[in-house]
């Protein structure tokens, strides 16, 4: 496996780290406005990233279907968003600032669900790291070793907020700063898990890339409006988290044009 496919592979991850990292030098709780600009900033890049790294090039992969192009993101687009509503309702789960459990009534602690909150959404950026990655890997000529670098750097970009955004909270309900440390990397562990997944598939992935592409970007469009939204808008009005999701988005967008 190539320096630039491990590197891939690991950015994002490492991203939750630093990001984790936080909890060791910032004191008391995080305040809610910080939260709500990270929280934007890390939708604004999802969405970019899923727009033109994702189903840009699916559709440009599919140009040989001619009206038809786009198809492959419709289906895929749409299979993602099935995917994570699956998910959403079978794996127990807790979003920032809430009190009520989503998914299977479960026994586990709030702390433990805050991380498969956060672990529930890095799949699909796993995945659409990983898809990325095999695709380049295998001599698609749409993807490059850049792009599929840009796509890792934007997710490792917008997960340092995530990283901050799971520790400070545990940290400032009690916790020690290392274990909360602790949780906020492993909820990013799914990351090159997926990443590495999906890779290993690369033979039976090539000849339906287009639409796992798609697939990665309708996932990760899902996480965007479930939660990332909801979250950069909850309490009293704020444009914060809009401006920062512009911030986010443009961002991303300038990475996967310039780096590709």
């Known amino acids: 496996m190539s320096v630039q496919i491990i590197s891939a592979i690991l950015l994002p991850f490492l991203g939750t780290v630093i ?36 189903i840009i090039p699916a559709m ?7 009206k038809l192009a786009c198809l492959p993101a419709f289906v895929g687009v749409w299979g993602g968003f099935l995917f994570l509503l699956l998910l959403d309702k079978l794996i127990p789960h807790l979003h920032m600032n809430s009190q009520c459990p989503e998914g299977a009534p ?3 602690g709030k702390s433990t669900m805050l991380v498969l909150a956060v672990a529930l959404h890095n799949l699909p950026e796993g995945m659409a790291v990983g898809v990325v990655a095999a695709g380049w890997m295998m001599g698609n000529e749409s993807i490059s070793a850049a792009g599929a670098l840009a796509l890792s750097l934007g997710i490792a970009l917008q997960n340092l907020p995530e990283g901050a955004i799971i520790s400070m909270p545990l940290k400032s309900g009690g916790m020690k700063r290392g274990r909360a440390f602790g949780y ?19 033979a039976w992935i090539v000849p ?10 309708g996932a990760m469009l899902y996480v965007v ?7 950069m808008s ?17 961002l991303m967008m300038v990475l996967d044009v310039v780096l590709s």
């Open 19 to 54: 990001g984790s990292a936080l909890v060791f030098f910032l004191k008391g709780e995080m305040n809610r406005r910080l939260q709500r600009s990270l929280t934007g900033f890390a939708a604004g890049v999802m969405v970019a990233a899923s727009i033109w790294s994702l």
């Open 60 to 66: 440009e992969q599919s140009e040989h279907m001619g």
């Open 106 to 108: 479960c026994n586990l």
């Open 184 to 202: 906020g990397v492993l909820s990013g562990v799914i990351e090159p898990i997926g990443a590495i997944v999906t890779i290993l598939l690369a």
């Open 208 to 217: 339906v890339l287009p639409y796992l592409l798609s697939f990665a970007a």
């Open 225 to 231: 409006v479930e939660e990332l939204i909801p979250e």
């Open 234 to 250: 909850e309490g009293e009005h704020s444009n914060i988290g809009t401006i920062f999701f512009a911030a986010g988005f443009s």
